[in-house]
């Protein structure tokens, strides 16, 4: 119990020393060359460098924010997804759940494109909340009726397969200069936002996560069982139905703000478990929060500086370090039921 | 002292004989028999036997035979083009400008463009009276479409290499296909003088040529006008918030070195070589900071849609209000016939040099003022 209590603590003070230092480098790191002296003489006297200050406060700053906030929503998003599907592989990426998402916000940018008009962050919100709903419902309607998880996560590929298809069918009778937009948005990327999308972010990611958190009771007797739940009081509908509405409400939040990110959802909550040792959601949560901020922080470092002045998709690197967890999680599952 | 006289002497001699050597060279580069490119390197066209002409594109070589005569036996690893040309099929978009202005738009019968992507005013009257029709993308073309209207000859861009298979359908089914590369000419006026080559293909070469020349007379004084030293950028935003900025040796920047300013980036600013051309996407950081201070910008609204007005352009990249050309309300956007409307690349320059020179109209052919 001590011993768990220590790793809890030393794990707590790692993450949030690894999500101060890598914002910190976030914001020091770019392809513009601002030195730390720079940094500091501008920060200190924005006139007399406003080129570093504008980079740091309105491109960089923002941007950071915006990584640590969506994917620590990532994570959350996965973590709750994991429970209630009682699947460690479950993610909002691979039950097909960002490729609804997807689909819907590519559905609005092809008529905003098309039609002239512009799309608000909010309005991008709701298409992604909307795809994704869709796609969340049929994964639940699909895993009321199969037991085996492989199916389930089979049945989830094919969701985002079909999401897909209907994304190029759109893309087939699109502009091409609608087409070049989707392809990039479509990459994921925490590029271009600015400080009012990171507010809005937060907005809608802080709330969700906090009743997350205040869930973690309900989530803790629902890993026992259903049966264990109802006995301790726990109403399953209603809570079946919260979690799976911040489940998406984050997603969808992330794909709507940054395109689809693969992985996150997935490797940061088993990363997370196995360094805490524990699985309990009022200690896990906010660790998975952390893990995913941090987990995007690095990743986001990476598309900006690898290739600088270019830059790589976030997914490029996301599933370049987060695809390998899966397949881990996979083999070591294999491996527990042969051993049984 | 005599040693360094003779020594000079030599060197003297040496260096006639290298210039000489230089002069004949340059001289033998465009044969007799040829036709003469002034500023195309993309392709050439050597007169041959039988009132043929050989067109080399690269790698490729084609021969263009006129009617009733036969390709020469000597030159059997290339294309037959058979004249006359009908029932063209161009899936190149900026040859298109290039074959109305030879005067052969009513040979091409099919597009690889939609009706609402031309900007050009010929080619949406030849499809609106169904002379021109649209047989699908590039990529996948109606094959079935190309044997029934017995198509001539297959006019392909680079974009081509990417699907091979496709070339290789329609030089199954005993359709020429021409691959062709005025993309890759780093001149503009290179560009444009690719209308020869349609001249030759569609036997209206003098139309060609002399439209050429009319166009190239345009620019008069401004290819020898002294620079004025304005800086200007070529941009857009794309939907992921990247910048997406024309590569330091690609035409347009040419364009506007042609015109009088100077590009501002350099090819040691994005890690680019000067055979880098096209477009790439830089971060929002890397934009900021090499243009703020641009003296003109000019938004690119080929692929992100047309803008109206400068506030239009800050809510995608709020930063632009401190860039000095947005002060000064020295921002443009580019029209959507810039791409497409080939045969303009003179006009263009022009346009820009009013533009370096301050003394453009808030709307011109190519570009506007944006308010």
């Known amino acids: ?340 | 002292m005599l040693k360094r006289i003779l020594l000079s002497a030599a060197a003297c001699i040496l260096l006639a004989g290298c210039s000489a050597k230089g002069t004949a060279v340059s001289k033998t580069e465009t044969p007799e028999n040829s036709l003469n490119l002034e500023y195309a390197k993309q392709f050439t066209a050597e007169y041959v036997d039988n009132g043929c002409t050989l067109v080399t594109i690269g790698e490729d070589r084609y021969m263009v035979v006129p009617e009733g005569k036969t390709a020469p036996s000597d030159y059997s690893d290339a294309v037959v083009i058979q004249q006359p040309l009908e029932c063209v099929y161009n899936a190149a978009s900026s040859a298109m400008d290039l074959i109305d202005g030879a005067g052969a738009l009513d040979r091409v019968s099919m597009t690889s463009t939609k009706y609402e992507d031309w900007c050009l005013s010929s080619v949406r009257e030849a499809m609106d009276s169904g002379d021109i029709s649209y047989i699908g993308k590039y990529s996948t073309p109606d094959y079935e479409a190309l044997l029934e209207m017995d198509c001539g000859l297959a006019i392909e861009s680079t974009m081509i290499y990417h699907s091979p298979e496709v070339r290789e359908q329609i030089e199954a089914l005993g359709i020429p296909v021409l691959v062709e590369r005025s993309s890759y000419e780093k001149d503009p006026l290179g560009r444009m003088e690719w209308i020869k080559l349609y001249g030759i293909l569609f036997g209206c070469e003098e139309q060609a040529e002399q439209l050429f020349d009319e166009k190239t007379k345009l620019l008069g004084d401004i290819l020898t006008d002294e620079k004025n030293g304005k800086t200007a950028a070529f941009f857009y935003i794309n939907s992921s918030g990247g910048v997406v900025v024309r590569k330091p040796s690609d035409y347009v920047p040419e364009m506007m070195r042609m015109a009088g300013g100077e590009y501002i980036f350099s090819n040691s600013d994005l890690g680019t070589d000067d055979n880098a051309l096209s477009t790439m996407t830089i971060q929002p950081e890397t934009f900021y900071e090499k243009a703020w201070d641009a003296d003109v910008l000019i938004y690119n609204s080929d692929i992100a849609g047309s803008v109206e007005s400068i506030s239009e352009l800050m809510e995608k990249y709020p930063l632009l209000s401190d860039f000095t050309a947005v002060k000064n309300g020295d921002v443009w956007c580019t029209e959507k016939n810039m791409f497409q409307q080939t045969t303009g690349a003179a006009d263009m320059i022009a346009e820009l040099h009013l533009i370096f020179t301050g003394e453009a109209d808030n709307k011109m052919n190519f570009m506007y003022r944006l308010e």
């Open chain 1, 1 to 340: 119990m001590k011993t768990q209590r220590v790793r809890l603590i030393a794990g707590y003070i790692v993450l949030l020393l690894l999500l101060v230092i890598l914002a910190a480098v976030n914001i020091c790191a770019g392809s513009a060359d601002i030195s730390v002296s720079r940094l500091r003489s501008a920060l200190a006297e924005p006139e007399s460098d406003k080129v570093a200050y504008n980079i740091i406060t309105q491109l960089r700053l923002p941007r950071t924010a915006a990584a640590a906030i969506l994917g620590g929503a990532l994570a959350v998003s996965g973590f709750l997804l994991q429970n209630f599907f009682a699947n460690p592989i479950a993610g909002p990426y691979i039950l097909g759940i960002s490729s609804g998402a997807k689909l819907t916000v590519a559905l609005l940018m092809v008529l905003s494109l098309s039609q002239g008009f512009a799309v608000s962050s909010l309005g991008m919100i709701g298409a992604a909340f909307v795809g994704a709903m869709m796609s969340m419902g049929i994964v639940l309607m699909i895993s009321g009726r199969v037991k085996r998880m492989s199916v389930l996560i089979v049945c989830g590929v094919m969701i985002g397969y079909i999401c897909s298809s209907v994304t190029e069918l759109v893309v087939n009778f699109s502009d091409d200069s609608n087409i070049v937009n989707l392809h990039n948005w479509s990459m994921g990327s925490f590029s271009g936002i600015v400080k009012g999308e990171a507010l809005t972010a937060a907005a809608v990611v802080f709330p969700a996560c906090i009743a997350a958190f205040l869930l973690s009771k309900p989530m803790n007797a629902y890993q026992l069982g259903e049966s264990y739940a109802v006995n301790s009081g726990v109403r399953i509908k209603a809570f079946r139905a919260l979690l799976i509405l911040l489940s998406s409400i984050l997603s969808a939040c992330v794909t709507a703000f940054a395109g689809p990110v693969s992985f996150v959802g997935v490797a940061v909550p088993h990363i997370t478990k196995s360094v805490f040792g524990t699985a309990k959601p009022v200690r896990i949560l906010p660790a998975c929060f952390l893990g995913g901020a941090v987990f995007c922080l690095l990743c986001d470092l990476i598309t900006r500086t690898l290739f600088a002045p270019t830059e790589l998709s976030i997914s490029t690197v996301t599933a370049v370090f987060g695809a390998p967890v899966v397949v881990y999680m996979l083999l070591h599952r294999e491996r527990g039921r042969a051993n049984v």
